[in-house]
């Protein structure tokens, strides 16, 4: 079996024809080209349920020491640091400068799959790497579930570090990783056996030059996996990196709603969607139902009990974390043991309709601390909130009236000065409403939020009876000030730039394309 060597792309060493997918065979791992989603679910359990050493024992069934001489290894390591330093200079300008990472963390999670699969499709099929697509076993940090943690940050944060490790000025420049590096210098399994590769050669005793190239490839190969490099040869891209940015030159399908919300909004807006999106949790939290601690709070090797009774009877979980803590709260839990699905609906767990949010999101705080009807929160409790400063004598009204009819969103004024009562029946509307409406009583002197409530009671409420803009603008104008009537007028032009009937409305589209619908506010 001889190497070739070779100055073309970046990579010297190409694969001897006919080496065999040894790993592949072993794991019963499905072929790449028929199923890319089970062939990476399976490289995933299998690199879970394996030793570095494991994989190291394999491929030195049919490559050891003795193949490698100094000249290869000269050649394997100065071809990784040329493809190194390309693909952190180009890291680097992706996630240094315009919104790549902002754009990444507005897909979903769906379109990021895509993205990520693509890129280790592309990596696995690439000749110049010595195992191909075995080559995905050397790498134990590359999986779909770790790029896709808080909202798709553990990608960037992934990408992020290649390029500072690819980028140092130390030579060799090799990615960490625990797992693998446990299978450095251990002697080779095989010595003393014979060779079946031909031409038959003395097995070496040491894996330390075979670690040392397989480490090289594992680099190259996650190199591959996330620049953005074309592979002039084979007229196809070799990167997740660039089946992004080719999806935002070509506004692929998934890519579309992203990118309108990148062109219609400031871009501190879109940041701030895509920060928030990384603070939801990717499924709910364990809690105690009597000390309310998480696994987390108590130690990671604490095994939480469940009450048998009602996973049996409702297929439901009540969680605690000692026997203690299930004595302490049977007082409580009998009542419904086994009867009826109740639990304390405890901040980020099943019972919680938000558990997807933080605990410090003050939003979803909000929500969790609105009076409880029945065991269901109402949109109606969100009110109007005590006042930090000193309202219009007009807002001071409005105030007065919400507070005393908590299932109006607002009271307009006919010329006569007859109350209408204005309802918003859409439930995330109205939640947003009521959101924008409390910040603005709440602050009298910071009428951010007037002038989106302003132009959507407009677009609702003009022709109502007894009402017309003008009628609207004027008592606006008394409640907030008269530069508010400007502002609303300013915000209805950028909404007819972005063919949206109202900012609220495309603020709602555009946070459910990213966060998904608002199912939850029905459970309330």
């Known amino acids: 079996m001889a190497f070739e060597s070779t100055t073309e792309d970046h990579a010297a060493v190409k694969k001897p024809d006919g080496f065999p997918p040894l790993l592949s065979k072993k794991f019963g791992i499905t072929d790449i080209k028929q199923d890319a989603v089970k062939w990476n679910k399976e490289w995933e359990a299998a690199i879970a349920s394996s030793t570095a050493a494991d994989v190291l024992k394999e491929i030195s069934q049919k490559l050891d020491d003795s193949f490698f001489t100094p000249q290869h290894m000269e050649l394997f390591h100065k071809n990784l640091r040329g493809l190194q330093t390309n693909v952190a200079e180009i890291l680097s300008n992706l996630l240094n400068n315009g919104h790549f990472d902002t754009i990444w963390l507005l897909l979903n999670a769906a379109e990021q799959r895509k993205h990520i699969l693509e890129g280790l499709k ?100 996650i190199g591959e996996c996330f620049p953005l490099i074309e592979h002039r040869a084979r007229q196809f891209v070799l990167s997740s990196a660039f089946s992004i940015v080719s999806d935002i030159t070509n506004r692929g399908e998934g890519m579309k709603e992203v990118l309108h919300l990148m062109e219609n909004t400031k871009g501190d807006v879109a940041r701030c969607l895509a920060e928030v999106k990384t603070t939801l949790r990717d499924k709910p939290v364990i809690r105690c139902e009597n000390c309310t601690k998480t696994p987390d709070d108590i130690g990671q090797d604490v095994r939480f009990m469940v009450c048998s009774v009602c996973k049996t009877k409702l297929k439901f979980e009540v969680h605690y974390c000692s026997q203690s803590c299930q004595k302490e709260h049977w007082s409580v839990h009998k009542k419904a043991c086994g009867k009826k699905k109740v639990t304390k609906g405890l901040s980020g767990t099943k019972g919680d309709s938000l558990w997807a949010f933080s605990d410090s999101d003050p939003v979803a705080n909000l929500m969790r601390n609105l009076t409880k009807k029945e065991g269901r929160i109402t949109l109606r409790d969100i009110g109007v909130n005590p006042c930090r400063g000193k309202r219009s004598p007009a807002a001071e009204r409005q105030a007065e009236m919400l507070e005393a009819d908590k299932d109006v969103d607002y009271f307009l004024f006919t010329a006569r000065g007859e109350p209408v009562r204005f309802v918003i029946d859409d439930l995330a509307a109205k939640m947003i409403f009521r959101i924008n409406r409390g910040a603005i009583m709440t602050q009298p002197t910071d009428t951010t939020g007037a002038n989106a409530i302003g132009e959507y009671m407009l677009k609702l409420m003009s022709n109502y009876p007894g009402l017309s803009r003008d009628i609207i603008i004027k008592q606006l104008c008394e409640e907030y000030g008269e530069d508010i009537a400007e502002k609303i007028v300013e915000l209805e032009r950028v909404s007819q730039k972005r063919g949206a009937s109202t900012f609220l409305d495309s603020w709602l589209k555009d946070f459910s394309n990213v966060f998904g619908n608002f199912f939850w506010l029905g459970m309330m």
């Open 122 to 221: 592309r990596a696995s099929k690439d000749p110049s790497t010595i195992w191909g697509p075995d080559c995905r076993a050397l790498c134990p940090e590359v999986t779909v579930s770790n790029f896709l943690s808080q909202g798709g940050k553990g990608f960037i944060d992934f990408l992020t570090h290649v390029a500072e490790i690819f980028g140092s000025p130390i030579t060799p420049a090799f990615l960490p990783n625990s797992w693998w590096e446990q299978a450095s210098n251990l002697p080779n399994p095989w010595w003393g056996q014979a060779s079946d590769v031909s031409p038959q050669r003395q097995i070496s005793q040491s894996t330390k030059l075979l670690f040392e190239v397989a480490t090289i490839t594992r680099n190259q190969f």
